[in-house]
Nanobody, 127 residues
Framework: VQLQAYGGGLVQAGNSLRLSCAVS???????????VGWFRQAPGKERETVAA???????YYADSTKGRFTISRDNAKKTVYLQMDSLKTEDTAVYYC???????????????????WGQGTEVTVSS
């Protein structure tokens, strides 16, 4: 199983970016059971949860991203997206996606309790 996060870049504060997390090495049916989370790590800081989505589409957002970020999934494409609007300089970080096959239908996994991790994509928000 591989997760590839992409879509990062340099953007001015107030603008938007959309990150994608493409999952490969699993069937479409297995992906439908995947819970996926987005995390970020800024320089000198610990990694933190940004948003998460369950297999059923239930979502979770960190307080710092609520109302600005939107997580969604396209099961046909085996991809999870993170739409980031109204970006702030404090959103600058390396963003990672992570996935886990959930046998039971549970809510979004908000901790780092995932089995598979992508390589990260860098987001820089300038003032």
């Amino acid at each position: 199983v591989q997760l590839q996060a992409y879509g990062g870049g340099l953007v001015q504060a107030g603008n938007s970016l959309r990150l994608s997390c493409a999952v490969s090495g699993v069937s479409g049916g297995t992906f439908c059971r995947f819970a996926v989370g987005w995390f970020r790590q800024a320089p000198g800081k610990e990694r933190e949860t940004v948003a998460a989505i369950s297999r059923s589409g239930s979502t979770y957002y960190a307080d710092s991203t609520k109302g600005r970020f939107t997580i969604s999934r396209d099961n046909a494409k085996k991809t999870v997206y993170l739409q980031m609007d109204s970006l702030k300089t404090e959103d600058t970080a390396v963003y990672y996606c992570a996935g886990r096959n959930t046998i039971l239908s549970v809510g979004p996994i908000t901790t780092e309790d995932y089995h598979y991790w992508g390589q990260g994509t860098e987001v820089t928000v300038s003032s």
